[in-house]
């Protein structure tokens, strides 16, 4: 018997896709450092993010406060890394609730015809508010939390995931697969989940990545205006409010933060750019 | 075509509807009494039953969204809580800066992405493409209020060129009070810029490589003009489409940067009524701004109507 057995072809996973688009993999780098410099942040800093130092207020970077200090002296890159827990989390709670209400909605206007209009209008009338403003709306009507600003947010950003669900879930009821599994009566729940949101998964991945992009950003604008998570939660937003005030005398309060936003951000959109490429080809052209 | 333009005016019409359904729903989603929430904790019961009455809290429901429509068709979008004047007229006092603002950085959005757009679909993979492309997405993840406070750090007050904040108080005139506008318009139109410049990019490489691009090209016409000429103008319309869009989406980015420069605008105006609960402006602006944004939708379509007679509604 020949030991020779014929090589079975592996499509490769996500991560090694991904590993073929230097951006990408640079942005998903960047991006795993962060994460794991919020989650390590208590090991990785020996200074409280909270405790007042007045008399090391306003100092700026050094050896020993590599970020320098803010108006009560305490330690800004300490407080970075703990905000970063704060931003990244809001971010991706924002794009877990987007989803389940975007795919939740694609899906009923995709399949269903008779749906598929009002869903449609209200998608519409839903992304005819900016961002910000039907945010900060909601937030008003809803109260400042962390929680509200989740909702908000993902109230938000939720119909432009509804949209590139439905426009793939008209492709995919129309597919012969569908058809067979309705011509043997698969019940349509099983339908919808087994064949359909499986077949949306990339492009309703890569759309999700550049909500969490926006979804830090726009975190950052609420906490920035006070209309956002409470003052006393750092955020990367907060710290950039705080560090207006001292702009003449410690401008490095607000650079830091904004620097982490945007290392954050363009990390993800770096990742978001590669997924696009191969997941979603069609739109690997578009911006 | 008038088959089109109706279905279009139609479609407009019901998302209209359904944006005055959202704003009224967003103020009853409040937890608790409205009237309450909008005094604070010092309010007395009388204070409350007079605000409930006064906004007309006391009427059911559909009632209540009966008489709200019946003033938005009337052009009143009721009464400020705090600045006791109309909300109309509280947004048209505060029209000016938001509106210069928009349109100047409409403008240095629109000089620096064009060109740079079709630049880079043109020189497709050279070193300026990578460049201009990396910029163009470094762009996009810069908060816009953290570029602001940098402008304003550097040329404000170390080089003391701008003021810092404000509109040059009530005596000043028209150019000091653009003058004012120079950093803030600078900050939002260079964040807008990364994405006219991205779509700029994609929709010229789409028509770059056209049979008719290769016509005219092969009957010798120079460069330059099948760029501009055979090129650009098609993939105008796209182009114009998110230049349109980015003009209504720039008075969300104003609430930011107003805020930033203390500039009186409504994106100030929306902030100090989001931060005191002053209901009826929070409703009327973004009534006004995501009206704004349905109109802007329609005119495009209607160009498109107009440019493309393929196209249909």
């Not at chain 1, 490769?12 to 073929?20: G, S, V």
Request: hydrophobic share 55%; no cysteine.
């Amino acid at each position: 018997m020949s030991a020779i057995a014929p090589a079975a072809f592996r499509e490769p996973n996500l991560l090694q896709k991904l590993a073929t688009r230097p951006a990408a993999m640079a942005g998903l780098t960047i991006l795993v450092i962060m994460i794991a410099l919020a989650l390590l942040a208590p090991w990785l800093s020996p200074y409280d993010p909270a405790k007042l130092a007045v008399r090391d207020r306003m100092q700026g970077p050094s050896l020993l406060h590599l970020f320098g200090t803010d108006d009560l002296g305490r330690d800004v890159l300490t407080r970075v890394l703990y905000s970063g827990r704060t931003s990244i989390t809001v971010g991706f709670a924002v794009v877990i609730f987007a989803s389940i209400i975007g795919v939740f909605l694609g899906l009923m206007a995709g399949f269903f015809r008779r749906l598929d209009t009002p869903v449609s209008r209200l998608i519409d009338a839903m992304m005819a508010f900016p961002d910000i403003l039907l945010a900060i709306a909601l937030v008003a009507a809803l109260g400042a939390s962390a929680t509200n600003v989740v909702i908000a947010l993902g109230t938000v950003y939720a119909p432009r995931l509804a949209r590139v669900v439905r426009a793939s879930t008209l492709v995919i009821r129309e597919l012969p697969y569908v058809e067979a599994a309705r011509a043997l009566g698969v019940p349509t729940p099983v339908i919808l989940v087994r064949h359909v949101l499986r077949n949306v998964t990339s492009p309703l991945l890569v759309q999700a990545t550049f909500i969490f992009a926006n979804a830090i950003l726009a975190e950052a604008g609420l906490s920035f205006l006070g209309v956002g998570i409470s003052p006393d939660i750092p955020t990367w937003g907060t710290m950039i409010s705080v560090g207006r005030q001292y702009l003449e005398q410690a401008p490095w309060i607000m650079w830091f933060p904004g620097g982490a936003i945007i290392v954050t951000v363009l990390s993800l959109q770096l990742v978001g750019d590669g997924l696009r490429d191969f997941l979603d080809p069609r739109l690997a052209k578009d911006v | 075509m008038i088959r089109s333009t109706l279905n279009r005016i139609i479609g407009m019409l019901v998302v209209m509807a359904l944006v005055v359904t959202i704003v009224f729903v967003i103020v009853r989603v409040t937890p608790g009494d409205p009237a309450a929430v909008m005094l604070g904790p010092d309010a007395t019961p009388a204070d409350i039953a007079s605000l409930r009455e006064r906004l007309g809290l006391n009427a059911s429901i559909p009632e209540q969204f009966m008489s709200y429509v019946a003033g938005i068709l009337r052009g009143d979008f009721g009464r400020s809580i705090f600045l006791n004047q109309p909300v109309t007229q509280a947004l048209l006092q505060r029209a000016e800066p938001t509106f210069f603002l928009t349109i100047f950085s409409l403008a240095i959005a629109t000089l620096i992405a064009l060109p740079v757009g079709v630049l880079s679909a043109y020189l497709r993979g050279s070193i300026f493409d990578q460049v201009a492309t990396a910029i163009a997405m470094f762009a996009a993840s810069i908060p816009s209020f953290w570029l602001g406070l940098v402008f304003m750090q550097i040329f404000a007050v170390q080089f003391g060129w701008f003021d810092s904040s404000g509109y040059g108080g009530p005596g000043a005139n028209f150019g000091e009070r653009m003058h004012h506008l120079v950093l803030p318009a600078v900050t939002l139109g260079l964040i807008s810029s990364a994405l006219i410049t991205r779509f700029t990019r994609a929709s010229m490489l789409d028509v770059l490589n056209d049979d008719y691009v290769r016509t005219a090209r092969s009957k010798g016409m120079s460069e330059w003009r099948v760029v501009t000429k055979h090129a650009l103008k098609n993939a105008l319309i796209p182009i114009l489409t998110v230049i349109g869009l980015t003009a209504a989406l720039l008075i969300s980015g104003a609430i930011v940067t107003e805020t930033v420069f203390g500039l009186p605008g409504v994106g100030n105006l929306i902030v100090s009524a989001v931060l005191r609960r002053d209901y009826p402006v929070i409703q009327g602006a973004l009534l006004v701004v995501a009206g704004l944004y349905v109109l802007v939708n329609f005119a495009i379509d209607m160009l498109y109507l107009i440019v493309d007679p393929r196209v249909r509604y």
